[in-house]
């Protein structure tokens, strides 16, 4: 009974014990830890936050300081050289030539200026001096000066009755391109002095980090902004709330910084300095969220290790954390090297539990990566990695190159007939050195090699970047083929025709420029950046007409268009392609006009080169073209 009884009363005990010690503990420094971060997390929001948003509005102000002393600065340079070069031309006076060395001399010194006019409404320019290779450099026409200028009468009055003034030429030349008009007296007459100069530099200069500058004139009309379409399209932030209350407060001698919202619905802090030439003035913003965003991401984090630290054992905090936050920061600074395109990097774990694992794991996935990289385009992996490539196609004006290598089949054949089974390595070794060196001639001229196809090689230009011109592209695309052609020369010296181990090898290279489409192509699992359309299709088929043409370089009529003027080329016989409705006008690369460094020296027709590489030229009437996958017959006629 009295066991029975105890037996009683240990159960009763036990069945009473609704709060064991080990949930109080858990609870009562979870609770603690709880409100201790919470604590702290608000307390750190609330300070930091002051001081930040101070910090910010002080680097806004100094930003905003450094920018408009530095337009201030250019547009006063401007004027002065200026000033300068009209000084120089009135004390020229009668002689003409001292005249036109004054006004080459300056514009080799102030690149930027395009042209400067002196003028009054309604009269013709008594001196006008235009930059030719500024407009030409940049593409456009200077006859529209006159036609800018006889626009602005109004301004030009302006001028004349001793304002100066700033205007947006960009929607009316195309380009960047602004005009400082100010009052100019000579003779006695009164006229206006204008001068027309890319704001380039002030653009460069404006954008800091994460505050953003633009520019606008006394009429509010925006003149420098780092999105370039709202220059182009002549915007004004003449009805913004911001710069009106701005001046106003400018005009007070009030603070030249306000926070207000944006027509996008966002908060801004935006300061505001007055030039003391023409009216303009100089606007930087910073985005709210932003300047705040490290601090929310501080909270984030700070969340994140509460219940981190709620989940853990109290007495274990600081060993666990340390051990943890410190492999996780080399990781960080793994990942940011590998999104530079560093991908091979030396990681070694500090520890062996998950972080250890992962650091293993990650060691080995960067190593995969490198491999990854000699797998594709490195430069093209890293620009799709951060973002700056994204799904989708775009139209691009690109230069197309294919190559293939001569009777590739039958010097396989003899690899296989020579060495059995170890003339696949050896090929592959044979081919590795070949591609390596054309790989080099691509990338060295600003190209994409886009894929391997057996023994061909793909590139473009013009694609995931570009030399600035569709005839820039075009011409490092025939630069690139020719320097394969002497690369290959170079190769081939001391090889024999009938080494079966090492033959020398002889390429045909077809190069087209159209428009493609360039993007990221494939399915959910695989992709590849690439080009694909007509244009493609045609440099494929141009480089597989080089063995019955007898040539190694062969171009289209549109790469010839852009590039013509530069090359020696002989036009071929034209070529009907099927899909093509005309037949196709084909030209043999011969080198760069003036040699440049590809032409081998003296190379000035196609039988010099034929003879240099060693091409049997075609017999008269024996083609044989039709042929060859029904693509193409030689001549025009049906």
């Known amino acids: 009974m009295e066991v029975k009884q105890k037996g009683d009363k240990n159960a009763g005990a036990a069945g009473r014990i609704r709060y064991p010690i080990g949930l109080k503990l858990v609870v009562i420094i979870s609770g603690l ?12 929001s609330v300070m930091v936050s002051s001081d930040v948003r101070i910090t910010a ?52 010194r102030n690149q930027d200026i395009a042209a400067v006019v002196v003028t009054a409404p309604g009269a013709p320019p008594s001196v006008l001096l235009v930059n ?60 206006a002095a204008a001068v027309f100069f890319s704001p380039e530099a002030l653009s ?32 004004s932030f003449s009805g913004h709330d911001f710069i009106r209350s701005m001046r106003e407060n400018a005009d007070r001698g009030q603070n030249r910084q306000n926070l207000y919202t944006g027509e996008d619905g966002r908060r801004y802090f935006g300061a505001f300095s007055d030039l003391s030439l023409a009216g303009a003035a100089v606007i930087t913003t910073i985005e709210y969220d932003l300047v705040f965003e490290g601090i929310a991401a501080t909270t984030r984090r700070n969340i994140y290790l509460t219940v981190a630290v709620i989940l853990a054992a109290v007495i274990f905090t600081r060993l666990f954390s340390n051990t943890i936050s410190r492999p996780l920061k080399v990781l960080a600074g793994a990942a940011e090297q590998i ?66 290598i001569r009777s590739f089949t039958e010097k396989s054949e003899n690899f296989t007939r020579e060495f059995g089974d170890g003339a696949s390595d050896r090929i592959v070794r044979w081919l590795n050195e070949y591609f390596t060196r054309m790989v080099d001639c691509v990338e060295k001229t600003g190209g994409v090699v886009d894929k391997f196809i057996g023994d061909a ?73 690439t080009v694909i359309g007509d244009p493609v299709n045609l440099a494929s088929r141009t480089e597989a007409l080089n063995k019955p043409l007898g040539t190694d370089i062969l171009i289209t009529e549109n790469t010839w268009e852009l590039v013509g003027d530069r090359i020696i080329a002989e036009e071929m016989p034209p070529v009907r392609v099927k899909g093509k409705a005309k037949p196709v006008r084909l030209f043999a690369v011969i080198g760069l006009k003036n040699g440049g460094g590809q032409n081998e020296g003296t190379l000035g027709t196609l039988a010099e080169l034929r003879e240099l590489l060693g091409i049997e030229p075609p017999e008269p009437g024996t083609a044989g073209l039709e042929t060859e996958e029904k693509k193409y017959k030689i001549g025009g006629g049906e």
């Open 33 to 44: 830890v709880l409100f201790s971060l919470s604590l702290i997390t608000a307390l750190v």
């Open 132 to 191: 030719d290779r500024f407009f030409i450099a940049n593409e456009t026409d200077a006859a529209l000066v006159n036609g800018f200028l006889t626009a602005s009468a109004g301004e030009t009055n302006r001028a004349v009755m001793g304002e100066s003034v700033i205007l947006n030429g960009t929607p009316v030349f195309g380009i960047p391109l602004l005009c400082l008009l100010y009052p100019w007296q000579e003779g006695g007459y009164s006229e």
């Open 457 to 529: 090689v793909m590139a473009h230009w013009g694609t995931a970047y570009t030399s600035g011109s569709a005839v820039e592209d075009a011409f490092n695309g025939v630069r690139a083929a020719l320097m394969m052609r002497a690369s290959l020369l170079e190769m081939n010296r001391g090889r024999d025709s009938g080494d079966p181990g090492n033959p020398p090898i002889r390429i045909g290279c077809g190069i087209n420029t159209g428009i493609v489409t360039a993007g990221q192509i494939g399915s959910d699992k695989r992709m590849e950046y």
């Open 339 to 404: 999104e530079g395109g560093q991908f091979e990097l030396a990681l070694e774990p500090k520890t062996s539990d998950e972080v250890g694992v992962l650091t293993v794991s990650f060691d080995r996935m960067s190593k995969a990566l490198g491999i990854f990289g000699r797998f594709t385009n490195r430069e093209i992996a890293v620009r799709a990695m951060r973002g700056e490539i994204k799904p989708g196609g775009l139209p691009k004006m690109a230069t197309v190159f294919f190559s293939d």
């Open 57 to 108: 509005e002080d680097n806004n102000l100094n930003v905003n300081s450094r920018s408009a002393a530095e337009a201030e600065s250019t547009l006063n340079r401007i004027r002065s050289n200026a000033l300068v070069l009209l000084d120089t031309l009135a004390a020229a006076g009668s002689a003409p030539a001292l005249s036109r060395q004054a006004a080459a001399f300056f514009f080799e």
């Open 204 to 235: 460069e200069t404006f954008e800091t980090g994460a505050n953003s500058s633009f520019m606008i004139n006394g009429e509010g009309d925006l003149l420098v902004h780092p999105e370039h379409d709202l220059v182009r399209a002549g915007a």
